[in-house]
């Protein structure tokens, strides 16, 4: 069974820097697809960014420039380095993963196309 254990996250003012970091047990396909998530209050979840197994990373516009997502393939932790974080930042932030059906599988922004998510770690920009 695939576990996602989030840690990092908390407050910081306008400007800082935070991160979260995502550690992942039971793993299982060397294609995957892993990616951070966030919903804010009465907001809709969004995607925020993905990394695959061959390291190719992608950004929703809003972060883009700010956030870095990377992965230490050999211990199966995803991290999220959030720069010049903006109030509009504040959520609550998810780790999700899937298995890829083949090399290069990622289904992107679409949060139905993960089957194993985190346990969502609040992150609170005030200005």
């Given amino acids: 069974q695939v576990q996602l ?10 400007g800082g820097s935070l991160s979260l970091s995502c550690s992942a047990s039971g793993w299982f396909s060397r294609n995957y697809c892993m990616a951070w998530f ?8 969004e995607g925020v960014a993905t990394s695959d197994s061959d ?14 997502i990377s992965q230490d393939k050999v211990q199966k932790n995803l991290y999220l380095q959030m720069n010049m974080v903006k109030p509009e930042d504040t959520a609550v932030y998810y780790c999700a993963a899937v298995e890829g059906r083949y090399r290069g599988y990622c289904p992107g922004f679409a949060g139905h196309g993960y089957n194993y998510w985190g346990q969502g770690t609040q992150v609170t920009v005030s200005s």
């Fill in 5 to 14: 254990v989030q840690s990092g996250g908390g407050s910081v003012q306008a």
């Fill in 38 to 45: 966030r919903q804010a209050p009465g907001k809709e979840r």
């Fill in 55 to 68: 390291g190719r990373t992608n950004y929703a516009d809003s972060v883009a420039g700010r956030f870095t």
